[in-house]
């Protein structure tokens, strides 16, 4: 039976090539790839290493769509999926129901912990047990002098005992307060705090973090290197995954998983290399190829993750790369449609999970639109079931949820100034009354939080253009978290020496904003 399966696939692969050589570069329809390589054994190896992918038949059903900008994470905990972005809700898989979680926050990761789920924000690490805790994590390594660091996009996972592990993305933009001036140091590494003993906090201070100190990668680069752990370089961290058994974190990259051995300090790649591929191959881990890893998840020695137009998984105890659904070269349809296998259909996928069930979620999302400034997103919600399992659709109900589209072009921002009441525009001056020299006048200047997100900002504005260090001084922004609706303050005192000119340019914004950016002049004569 085995010698006739092997000669059968091998007249199909006679049979392609020949139509090859007869019609030219062909469209092979049972795996949707486009097929343009020279023909002979070139094409005999594209064949065996590319097209044959063996689709395992999961079943692909939508369970919700969403207009928002980003979802960029997806957990599983007791029951309920927690999704992390723009706009973070949380899925009761029982009820089926939908409700909001974390309003007015950016969630840029989340993993699931002992009694919960750790959310990781732009600025703060949440727990969200039976009750929510705040912790204030700053990597040590960057000399921060407070907490205010962007990251391009981190990951967060759970350890073990109080044990939690932060990987950035890309990049940090670090505010310097004591010049004014923000760098920007490349950093794609992973950092260690532990929470066990610290308490909540309402809000993050630099007197409030908690160290983190580098566990593996270089700081300073984004590179590709295996390595001892703080000899590694790690390129682009997409998703980390925390395996208990085997006392090891997997890292997953755009191209790559690597994995991080706890129990030598060795970083290893298991798949992959930091090169583009163009098309998804499967096979062992020495052939096997990724094209763009949009999020992974580890279970029961097996990692499955999101490929581009596919979901797959990586066999820990068989060493090979499978494809459960999809598996096409391109999908410019930008149309979901599910189904069993290779005729489920993805678009852009991205964050996955799995249930206690054996079942799949994942964030997929179609562009809908491109408006002058930015492109419009549809996300969807999709769940990944067993080839045996019997699936149903279970639609979610909306629960106090409204459809937000994140991606409509503001002309202004939706924070505002004040002073003494009175607007003081975005590209505007402020002008101090003429003050005499060496003599002080303060002003207190008052943002309004008009939006519907949180918003933060640096410890103290920061000075963008002065043309005279040490006129103008700029007092603490507080707070410097603000709710929707609602307001912070800070001073600017003139203290001029000279009978002339000064000015001042400031922002008040230590990270991009959804809405906007604050940024004004300030004008004053010494008298």
Request: hydrophobic content about 30%; some cysteine; overall charge positive.
């Amino acid at each position: 039976m085995v010698a006739i399966q092997i000669l059968n696939s091998m007249k199909k692969i006679v049979l392609i090539i020949i139509l090859h050589f007869a019609l030219g570069c062909v469209k092979f329809s049972p795996s949707s790839f486009e097929l343009s390589q020279p023909s002979g054994f070139l094409l005999f190896n594209y064949l065996i290493d590319t097209v044959l992918i063996t689709t395992e038949g999961w079943n692909v059903v939508s369970l919700n769509s969403e207009d928002t900008t980003q979802l960029n994470s997806l957990t599983y905990s007791q029951g309920k999926l927690y999704m992390g972005g723009t706009v973070n809700y949380v899925v009761d898989l029982t009820t089926n129901t939908k409700t909001p979680w974390l309003n007015g926050i950016t969630v840029n990761g989340t993993s699931s912990s002992s009694g919960g789920v750790y959310a990781i924000s732009k600025n703060y690490l949440l727990s969200q047990e039976s009750t929510s805790k705040i912790f204030c994590p700053n990597p040590t390594e960057l000399t921060l002098p407070t907490v205010g660091y962007l990251q391009s996009g981190e990951k967060v996972i759970a350890g073990e005992s109080g044990d939690v592990y932060i990987g950035f993305k890309n990049s940090i933009s670090e505010q310097r307060y004591s010049t004014g001036v923000t760098t920007t140091n490349f950093d794609c590494s992973i950092y260690k705090l532990n929470v066990t003993s610290k308490t909540s906090q309402t809000s993050c201070t630099s007197t409030n973090s908690i160290p983190m100190t580098l566990f593996a990668g270089t700081p300073g680069s984004c590179y590709f290197k295996d390595g001892n752990l703080t000899s590694s370089y790690f390129r682009d961290i997409v998703d980390l995954m925390y395996d208990k058994e085997r006392k090891a974190i997997y890292v997953c990259e755009n191209q790559a998983i690597r994995k991080i051995d706890i129990s030598n300090n060795q970083v290893t790649t298991l798949v992959g290399n930091s090169l583009k591929n163009f098309s998804i191959v499967d096979g062992d881990f020495s052939k096997a190829k990724m094209v763009t890893i949009g999020g992974c998840f580890y279970k029961n020695n097996s990692i499955y993750f999101t490929d581009k137009y596919s979901i797959r998984r990586l066999d820990l105890i068989t060493n090979k790369v499978s494809t459960l659904a999809d598996g096409k070269v391109q999908n410019s349809t930008q149309v979901i449609s599910d189904g069993k296998g290779g005729v489920a259909t993805t678009t852009q996928p991205g964050a996955i999970t799995g249930d206690d069930s054996g079942n799949l979620y994942f964030i997929d999302r179609v562009t809908s639109f491109t408006n002058p400034c930015k492109t419009k997103y549809k996300n969807y919600l999709r769940k990944v079931s067993p080839p045996t399992a019997v699936v149903t659709k279970n639609l979610l109900t909306s629960t106090g949820v409204s459809i937000q589209d994140r991606s409509v072009c503001y002309s202004q921002s939706k924070l505002t100034v004040f002073q003494d009441g009175v607007s003081v525009p975005n590209q505007s001056d402020y002008v101090f009354p003429n003050t005499t020299r060496n003599t002080s006048v303060t002003k207190t200047f008052e943002i309004r939080n008009q939006g519907q997100d949180s918003e933060s900002f640096a410890e103290t504005a920061n000075k963008t253009y002065e043309n005279n260090a040490g006129i103008f001084t700029l007092g603490k922004i507080t707070p410097y978290l603000l709710a929707p609706g609602g307001k912070a303050y800070f001073t600017v005192t003139f203290t001029p020496t000279q009978a002339t000119g000064y000015f001042l340019s400031i922002t008040c914004n230590d990270y991009t904003q959804q809405y906007g950016n604050i940024y004004f002049n300030i004008r004053g004569t010494g008298q």
